[in-house]
Structures are given as C-alpha cells and as structure tokens.
Nanobody, 122 residues
C-alpha cells in the first residue's frame, strides 16, 4: 500500500518561492511516475509536473522555467521547487504516484494520492 504525505505549502507574496515535499511509503513499479497536481475548489484538477523512473521531467507550459520537480530516491521524497509564484498558482497541491505514468494522461485508475498542501499566492 502506497502512502503519500505532502508538506511545504503556505502563503507567499507574488514573486516568492516555496518548496513542496512529498514523502512516499510503499512500493511503486520501477516504470512508474511521481507527479504534482493542483486543484482549485470548483475547478478541475490540473497536472503540474511529473518525473519518471529514469528522471525525465515534464511540465505544463504555465510553470516552465519557474517550477522544478526532483526526487530523492534514497529517501523516497518528491520535491517541487516553485519560484516566481503568481496568484494563479494558488491551489491545493497534491502528490501522485502510479506505476505506469498514466495519471499524466488523465487515467487515474491506479493512482495513489496524497491529501495535499495549500499554496496561496497574493
């Protein structure tokens, strides 16, 4: 059973930075992905960034150049460094893990989720 616990959210002014962390316990496939999603109440969940087992990274256009996803395989921690934050980045950020990277394409059948951490940019 996989458990994901996020931390690092908070309130910052526009232009500020935050680093989110997600600690994973439990096993996922070596071919799997870890990702960050975000959601604003009343809106659809939005993918933000993902990293696969080989370290390949993908970002949505609106965060390219500002956000950086990384992971520490020894500690099973996923990070999201967020710089130059904008009010539109305000959301609940959730960590996701799945064995086939399908969550990035909208297939959440085998996705594990954390509870999320709130990010507020004013």
């Amino acid at each position: 059973h996989v458990q994901l616990v996020e931390s690092g959210g908070g309130s910052v002014q526009a232009g500020g930075s935050l680093r989110l962390s997600c600690v994973r316990s439990g096993y996922i496939s070596k071919s799997g992905c870890m990702a960050w999603f975000r959601q604003v109440p009343g809106k659809e969940r939005e993918k933000v960034a993902r990293i696969d087992s080989g370290g390949s990274k993908r970002y949505i256009d609106s965060v390219k150049g500002r956000f950086a996803i990384s992971k520490d395989n020894d500690k099973n921690i996923l990070y999201l460094q967020m710089n130059d934050l904008k009010p539109d980045d305000s959301a609940i950020y959730c960590c996701a893990a799945d064995g086939s990277c399908s969550a990035w394409y909208g297939n959440f059948v085998n996705t594990y989720w954390g509870r999320g951490t709130q990010v507020t940019v004013s």
